[in-house]
């Protein structure tokens, strides 16, 4: 069967099959995907390019909406936050991810399955019941000050979400906290299909666990963490839920970031041209960064 | 991967500007339902001439949104709508109850929405109500207030709060578009206990005021209690504090109508606020807890003071008992003349979609008559228009200070409304400036600017209006 | 192999994070029993006994019988919806060819990376121009077409590892594309559909700004925006709303518990195939 011949039949033409049958079993899905998702950006990126508060006509606005995002400081502000919060939500949960994934592999570990249940936990919990549970934690007497005060650190005690410098790394944390398990995950899986040879032989060259993690796990985990890297990305960019539950952009407005302003400008404030352009410039930033993510890490593989 | 990667990336390449095509199609064709201004309301008007009788309106579900989630309103609210029910078999009352941060972030969704609630309560002022009826979406009560002589049963400033000019751009003239249940004015609460402890007269005038809060603190006590996490408390702390200064000017500028905010009595309450968080008057981090979690803490006798809306006293009553006091801001000389910030309570507004704006207008007469009155006395809750049961109060209870306190506020037309009124944008400003001026981070002056920038460049919007159209009669 | 020391360090490290992921939710747990009077929000032994009573209170005071309800159907339809649609679009990108597959593949992939805030705003627009908001349909229809994008995209990467040989061999049975899919393909691929399933699952359940956005009345409000209206009504009442939080986390960590081995099985089987 897996002579040569028959793979290239096989590329050349579905099996016995006339080739539009496909469009057939694709029609389904792309209509919808079409209509509610696909139809909509378009719409989204026609709205930027207006005015528009939602009720009365729109008016044409040009490239206005836009240049807003680069000139106001209250749309500039979002997007700065937003690139600070990926440090939380998607460097950190990588790094860590890598180097839990990286000490599971090396010594074999009783009870994984409880550690992994345990680990991947935040994943599952909806986020607003996680903004609810760090709500209380980061109250100004909530566990974190609590913790700090019993173990004689009181001075750094402070109230996390209302504090100007502090509200946006303790919003931060939440994401670390959700994305690592996630990352974990993915690189223990990824680590176990590294050929142990590679181990061995690594060990054979005397090779320490830090030379063994960036000689073999690391190279071998490429693939998995432009995944990783790729799905925190997204998902930190889009963290409307855990903003809106904790601080609703505040202290002032040190927390806002692009997917809370598009809800409070197109729904709360009557900016709905505004709204929509920073939709628009959030998809761009994350499209950037996903190509930037796929050419950095998985374009080294050829 | 299945493909050879040459052969993909040569795919790729052709894909992307197929991709482009698909996506300019697809631009070609977007269009917004909505924004051809089809989705307005023209302001609609009741027809009512008589008084309705929900009665004869049929079956009936009339669907109410409020923010009454307190035990003192939301009890007072639940006997009312219990009795409107009982009153009209044929009626069903649904209500909604949110907070008041999260009815003010999705009532413009609800009320554009296919299904509008018929009663909501809608905040006054630029951000919410004005822009409400710019898009036609409050039905305009007149005729009703004609019908149920709601015109006699408020003082006209009150009934001025809820109205807006007829083309949706004033606020405070035109048309009336709410009639409100309570009155509200922020308040002293203080812990009799704790001030005893710290040897501590409640104070009578604002100097012994300001001193008692560092005989507090020396003494060990937290001396006001406040939590701004929600952002809006601030807003009623330093109302207050303005007021002390320049309480005519200040209303004249939520008004529109004012010197704006750029002025010292705004720089010089700002100062004090950020000095009162320096000295640890007000705790430390008050950004980051809770109004309710502040509240709590206060009832459980951490704090001196309270400075809030008279809103909160049915639950504060019900946690402290006779420990709990209640007194207007002391003014500058003993026996003086009080001022605060306040009005009354959110509007209650019908929507102009509505079904049954009938059955909703006597829901709204009957929430507010006499009656009504006297149920949210017996519950703790302020009417606007005290009634019979307000005078059988004890005036030495803490429900009998805050009606005193109250009566001598009207009468001295002490009251000064809620600084968020002043523009469509001017809570998220001030919320956020205000937040800035307790973490210290935004000096009294930049603090004045910013608001001042919001406000100015609103106000010249409005007279650029104004002179484009010539302003409509003001209502005597 | 290993010494002992990295094997007490690997513990070590491994305990410390099983500590940090388990604290808020332990958090969670001992407030949700506490009294409704204690100012605690932090760790504690319940004083004077497990109070029960807070999840009755909450369950009664939130509605969240009915967001429950709500949820559950949602879920159910997006995750049937997106199962079926995305295993037909998938098996066609995965072992047809035929002109512009490619294109229209890429298309699919695009959507993993639109964000939902890029498309809420017309959205709401659209569906209320279509009398829809307030519905179900506003919430299944849009979270479908988004779990779409990663359905079609995993699914496909399955199809294209699955066995030609195996395709081949049903062909020469004399199965057509449609019997190859269902009684081959299908049942082999029950790991892959059953990440694609609990990953869709997990998304609708946890949707909140849809759902905000759609939804203004109650009656289809699912539970994070029940809960996130809860917590503004209760801020204050800790155990209340912590034992709202456990009501609403339940039924998802159960659904975890239960099938996270394959969940981790499909995507190390996914991830193989790559």
New interface residues.
Partial sequence: MKNPLSAAAYRRRAPGEPRAIGYLYILPALVLYAAFL??P???S???SF?H???????TPAGFDNYRDLFTDPALRAPFAHALLLLVFYSALPVAIGLLLAALMSRARVRGMTFFRTVLFLPQVLALIVVGVAWRSI???DGLLNDTLHAVGLGSLA???????DWALPAVGIVGTWVGTGLCMVLFLAGAQRIPRELYEAARMDGAGPVREFFSVTLPGLRPQIAVALTLTIVAGLRNFDLIYIT??G????STSVPAYEVYHRA????QVGSAAAVGVALTVLIFVLTVTVSRLVEGRR? | ??FP?TGSRR??R??VP??LT??LA??A?????????S??YGPGNGPAVAVPDPAKAGKVTL?VWDQE?RGGTNGELQQLNKEFERKYPNVKI?R????F??L???L???L????PPDVVQANQGYPDMV?FV???LLAPLDNYAGVYAWNTRYPNTLLNLNRVSADGTDFGTGRLYGISQTGEYIGVYYNKDVLAKAGVKPPKTWGEFTASLSRLKDRGKLPIQFG????YPAIHTFGVLQDQLAAAEVRDTVLGRGTGFDTTATKDAAATLADWTKRGYL???????????A???FS?GDGGYLLTGTWLLADLKKAMGDKLGLMTPPPASAGGAPVTTGGQGLAWSITSRSRHPEVAAAYLDFITNKHAADVMTEHGVLPAVPGAAAERVDPDTVDGQMIAGWKRLSAADGLVPYLDYSS??FF?TI???L??VI?G??SPEKFAATLQQDYGAFMKKQRERHAATPAPAEPK | MTTRLERTVTYGILALFSVIALTPVIGILSTAFDSQDS?DTGFSLPEGGLHWSNFADAWNRGHFGTYLGNSVLVTAAVVAATTVLAVLAAYAFGVMRFPGS??LF??FV?GLTLPQEALVV?L???L??A????TYWALILPQTAQSLAFGVFWMRTYF??SARSVIEAARIDGANTWTTLWRVLVPMGRPAISTMVVITFMWTWNEFLMA??MV???AHRTVPLGL??FQ??H??DAALLAAASVLIALPVVVVYVALQRRFIEGMLGGAVK?
């Avoid at chain 2, 909604?96 to 907070?99: D, F, G, L, N």
């Fill in positions: 696909l139809y950006f378009g719409q990126v026609w709205l207006v528009w508060d939602g009720l009365t006509v729109a980061l109250a100004p402070r109230p996390w979400l209302g504090d100007y601080t609703s505040g202290p002032g407005n729904f709360e404030t009557n050829s | 991967m299945g990667s795919v790729r052709r894909a197929i991709l698909a996506g697809l631009l064709t977007a269009c917004v339902p909505g924004t051809d201004g989705q307005a669907t989630i649904k909604v109850a949110r907070s941060n999260d003010k972030t999705t413009k969704l609800a554009s929405g296919n299904n822009s710019q898009a036609g701004n996490l929600d952002k705790p430390k981090g008050s950004n980051g807890l809770g109004y309710d979690d509240a709590k803490k459980s469509p944008t998220d919320t956020a400036a937040q800035g973490s981070k935004t | 100012l490619t294109v890429y298309l695009i017309p709401y627009f659209d209320r121009y009398e829809l908001t307030d294209r590892g905000l956005v203004s009345d109650e996130a209206f503004g009504q801020s204050s790559e």
